[in-house]
């Protein structure tokens, strides 16, 4: 990637000896835009994340894991910025140019020492690392690495010209969308204005991070960061090159958050549920989201039993207008329901062929509108609880 170098370490935050302090840095101060969480118990990098991106400029993303610096206080905030006036200082870069990130354990406070030892082993590393070791650095109970690679072609008087976007994202467990989705990356060589990278981050959010669940539950830390170097010959200005960016943007978003699914705590499988014939969109939103959020619907499709009863029941119960004796139900191409009637043991037989697939499709047909909304989420095995019962041990 144009413009971008990167670097992940073991530095001993993890018990285990993994990697776990990377750094995206920038050749120049690169255009940024960036989400947060919304719940209202925030991390310290969150915090100061909000203060820094105001700017629209940033230079160095300091991301540990194993310790969130969340629910520390007053001491959370000066060791967040005492890790940012490192970076400053070992990379002769401004202190407002530096973003940092913590993803892992709630409430225990950062062992400063491990930063003051690792920050300079970054610099010494930075020409040697990849943004295969940045993104080994940021996982915490993930099992896998998620990267997502594109590239795009704008048309210019010139001729056309070449622009990449790469993401990198840490998820597994305390994942719903509500803003973004842990923590995700999104770099970009091309030349675009902060302001119009903020709009396209936003849209992008709402069709991927903001659309994906595993076991419903918001992290303090989620961030969603997107850095362009412009370090590219793809200028994005008019309407035109914009549209262009903005369906590359939104397919490595979507992929990465398809990628934090499928890697979920526990998960077996894939599932979109896509809800159509709404009234209205928030009807579609609402009836789709409890739907993903649901661990009946959840422990069915685990179990691969078509339990098409525990899916109308929690469209019913989320608030959106429905009529039971509308609604359609497919897996598939496979229909369970029809005008609110079920269709009987053979239509679940073949339902349940389909359920052992790793993907599945799920559309619930309201029948009283044309809008309509959908979400990504897994499956709910036991292995979920065995992860998190052990978490902090």
């Given at each position: 990637?144009?413009?971008?170098?990167?670097?992940?370490?073991?530095?001993?935050?993890?018990?285990?000896?993994?990697?776990?302090?990377?750094?995206?840095?920038?050749?120049?101060?690169?255009?940024?835009?960036?989400?947060?969480?919304?719940?209202?118990?925030?991390?310290?990098?969150?915090?100061?994340?909000?203060?820094?991106?105001?700017?629209?400029?940033?230079?160095?993303?300091?991301?540990?894991?194993?310790?969130?610096?969340?629910?520390?206080?007053?001491?959370?905030?000066?060791?967040?910025?005492?890790?940012?006036?490192?970076?400053?200082?070992?990379?002769?870069?401004?202190?407002?140019?530096?973003?940092?990130?913590?993803?892992?354990?709630?409430?225990?406070?950062?062992?400063?020492?491990?930063?003051?030892?690792?920050?300079?082993?970054?610099?010494?590393?930075?020409?040697?690392?990849?943004?295969?070791?940045?993104?080994?650095?940021?996982?915490?109970?993930?099992?896998?690495?998620?990267?997502?690679?594109?590239?795009?072609?704008?048309?210019?008087?010139?001729?056309?010209?070449?622009?990449?976007?790469?993401?990198?994202?840490?998820?597994?467990?305390?994942?719903?969308?509500?803003?973004?989705?842990?923590?995700?990356?999104?770099?970009?060589?091309?030349?675009?204005?902060?302001?119009?990278?903020?709009?396209?981050?936003?849209?992008?959010?709402?069709?991927?991070?903001?659309?994906i669940t595993v076991d419903?539950?918001?992290?303090?830390?989620?961030?969603?960061?997107?850095?362009?170097?412009g370090g590219g010959k793809?200028?994005?200005?008019?309407?035109?090159?914009?549209?262009?960016?903005?369906?590359?943007?939104?397919?490595?978003?979507?992929?990465?958050?398809?990628?934090?699914?499928?890697?979920?705590?526990?998960?077996?499988?894939?599932?979109?549920?896509?809800?159509?014939?709404?009234?209205?969109?928030?009807?579609?939103?609402?009836?789709?989201?409890?739907?993903?959020?649901?661990?009946?619907?959840?422990?069915?499709?685990?179990?691969?039993?078509?339990n098409w009863g525990r899916?109308?029941?929690?469209?019913?119960?989320?608030?959106?207008?429905?009529?039971?004796?509308?609604?359609?139900?497919?897996?598939?191409?496979?229909?369970?329901?029809?005008?609110?009637?079920?269709?009987?043991?053979?239509?679940?037989?073949?339902?349940?062929?389909?359920?052992?697939?790793?993907?599945?499709?799920?559309?619930?047909?309201?029948?009283?509108?044309?809008?309509?909304?959908?979400?990504?989420?897994?499956?709910?095995?036991?292995?979920?609880?065995?992860?998190?019962?052990?978490?902090?041990?």
């Amino acid at each position: 990637m144009k413009g971008f170098k990167f670097v992940g370490i073991p530095c001993g935050i993890k018990k285990n000896g993994h990697k776990d302090l990377g750094l995206i840095y920038c050749e120049k101060p690169a255009s940024a835009a960036a989400l947060f969480t919304r719940n209202k118990v925030v991390a310290a990098p969150v915090i100061l994340g909000k203060e820094q991106i105001q700017k629209g400029k940033c230079q160095a993303v300091l991301v540990n894991s194993g310790n969130a610096n969340c629910f520390t206080g007053d001491q959370g905030l000066l060791d967040a910025r005492s890790s940012i006036t490192m970076v400053s200082k070992i990379f002769n870069i401004p202190q407002d140019l530096v973003m940092v990130s913590s993803t892992g354990v709630i409430g225990a406070p950062l062992p400063m020492k491990k930063f003051e030892t690792g920050i300079p082993l970054l610099k010494e590393e930075l020409d040697n690392g990849t943004l295969e070791d940045f993104a080994q650095a940021i996982l915490t109970t993930d099992t896998c690495r998620k990267i997502v690679k594109e590239t795009g072609i704008i048309d210019t008087k010139e001729g056309p010209r070449e622009f990449s976007i790469a993401g990198v994202a840490k998820g597994s467990g305390m994942i719903r969308p509500d803003m973004a989705t842990m923590l995700a990356y999104v770099l970009t060589d091309a030349d675009i204005k902060s302001e119009d990278l903020n709009s396209a981050l936003k849209t992008a959010n709402e069709k991927s991070f903001n659309r994906i669940t595993v076991d419903g539950d918001t992290s303090t830390n989620d961030t969603l960061l997107c850095l362009a170097s412009g370090g590219g010959k793809a200028c994005i200005r008019d309407g035109t090159s914009l549209k262009v960016f903005q369906g590359l943007l939104d397919k490595v978003c979507f992929q990465l958050a398809k990628l934090i699914v499928k890697g979920g705590e526990g998960a077996t499988k894939v599932i979109q549920i896509r809800v159509k014939g709404a009234r209205t969109r928030e009807d579609a939103f609402k009836a789709a989201e409890a739907i993903a959020h649901s661990n009946l619907v959840k422990t069915a499709i685990y179990g691969e039993d078509p339990n098409w009863g525990r899916i109308t029941a929690a469209a019913g119960r989320s608030g959106a207008f429905v009529d039971q004796d509308k609604m359609d139900l497919f897996f598939e191409k496979i229909p369970l329901v029809i005008k609110g009637c079920w269709l009987g043991l053979d239509a679940e037989k073949e339902a349940a062929k389909i359920m052992k697939a790793d993907e599945i499709q799920i559309t619930l047909d309201l029948n009283l509108g044309d809008k309509s909304d959908g979400f990504l989420f897994c499956d709910f095995s036991e292995n979920y609880v065995k992860i998190n019962a052990d978490y902090r041990s």
